[in-house]
């Protein structure tokens, strides 16, 4: 079992940049695999990007790639997503999830943190 917990979000103008952090707390936050997730309103879940426990191979949706950065520090027991040159299509609720399996369906979500960009 793990809670995670999102912070970082918030107003910022078009091409701005933003760090999410997500804390994770409970369990051993370096065995499970990571996961970035947004949504925007009236529009599904969309996934963003992952990082996993071993090697950290990291994956992220076309729309963000070379755009948007996802890493962990294992001592900090916390993953982020470091976005740059943000879009208003970026706009949305960003929520962390993680899981023990490399498949399948996420098991802990956090409770989501806002981010919005302006144009």
């Known amino acids: 079992q793990v809670q995670l917990v999102e912070s970082g979000g918030g107003l910022v103008q078009a091409g701005g940049s933003l760090r999410l952090s997500c804390a994770a707390s409970g369990s051993t936050f370096s065995r499970y695999n990571m996961a970035w997730f947004r949504q925007a309103p009236g529009k599904e879940r969309e996934f963003v990007a992952t990082?996993?426990?071993?090697?950290?191979?990291?994956s992220y949706v076309d729309s963000v790639k070379g755009r948007f950065t996802i890493s962990r520090d294992n001592a900090k027991n916390t993953v982020y997503l470091d976005m740059n040159s943000l879009k208003p299509e970026d706009t949305a609720v960003y929520y962390c999830?993680?899981?023990?399996?490399?498949?399948?369906?996420?098991?802990?979500w956090g409770q989501g943190t806002q981010v919005t960009v302006s144009s």
């Open positions: 999830a993680g899981r023990t399996t490399s498949y399948g369906e996420w098991h802990y």
């Open positions: 990082i996993s426990w071993g090697v950290g191979s990291t």
